[in-house]
């Protein structure tokens, strides 16, 4: 049997003493795309953070690729196989950057040295040319914002995107843009994916498999 890319079990996560995730347990599979769905406030995003090092977790175990990981601190490792992309490409980008300089951070971290080569293959695999390079943030659209979070993401080549409603900042006619580049991104890359959103729509559209959130509980797990 296939090692899990990612395996959650009886993760517990609490913040003062309210409890935001009860003993949740998810696996997903190699080049799976696993969607996380339920209103607002059913510990979807939590849930997403928590594996991603954000959330700590009081209880329970991760592992990614068969290695465990603690509730807090992420190797280097770690985060050379799993990055993420948020919610708000507004916020998730240095005000005072450039692109180039918000794309060679991640490489100058992780040690890669052919830094020119690969900021201008991330740029061109989502479709912005090396004209955006020296563009600050607040020159950019909404979806150009998002494209270079994403370009951001896969530069330091991971196998593991967590995707917290990459689209729901974004107008409608952006929002299946970002949402191709992603599937196209996903089938080049063999990646896989786990996609936060409340909108059934995109997740029926993007994923092989969703587990539905109520109240800090996965309730169901499905086919869309």
């Not at 849930?47 to 209880?59: E, K, M, P, Q, T």
């Amino acid at each position: 049997m296939t090692e899990p890319a990612v395996s959650v079990r009886d993760m517990r996560v609490i913040f003062d003493e309210y409890v935001a995730l009860k003993d949740v347990s998810v696996s997903v599979q190699p080049k799976e795309s696993f969607g996380i769905v339920g209103e607002s406030g059913s510990g979807k995003s939590t849930l997403l953070r928590a594996i991603a090092g954000l959330n700590s977790f009081v209880s329970g175990d991760l592992k990614v690729n068969g290695k465990s990981y603690p509730a807090k601190g992420r190797d280097k490792t770690f985060y050379r196989t799993v990055q993420m992309v948020f919610q708000d490409p507004y916020g998730s980008l240095h005000p005072r950057q450039t692109v180039d300089r918000l794309l060679l951070e991640p490489l100058a971290i992780h040690g890669f040295t052919d830094t020119e080569a690969r900021i201008a293959r991330a740029l061109d695999e989502v479709g912005l040319g090396n004209g955006f390079r020296f563009r600050y943030s607040h020159q950019l659209s909404g979806g150009q914002r998002q494209r270079i979070a994403i370009a951001r993401a896969l530069i330091v080549e991971p196998k593991i995107l967590l995707l917290d409603e990459p689209t729901s900042a974004l107008d409608a006619s952006i929002q299946a843009e970002i949402l191709n580049l992603l599937e196209q991104a996903r089938r080049d890359r063999d990646l896989t994916f786990i996609m936060v959103s409340h909108d059934l729509g995109v997740i029926s559209h993007m994923c092989d498999r969703l587990a539905v959130m109520k109240g800090g509980e996965v309730v169901e797990t499905i086919l869309p």
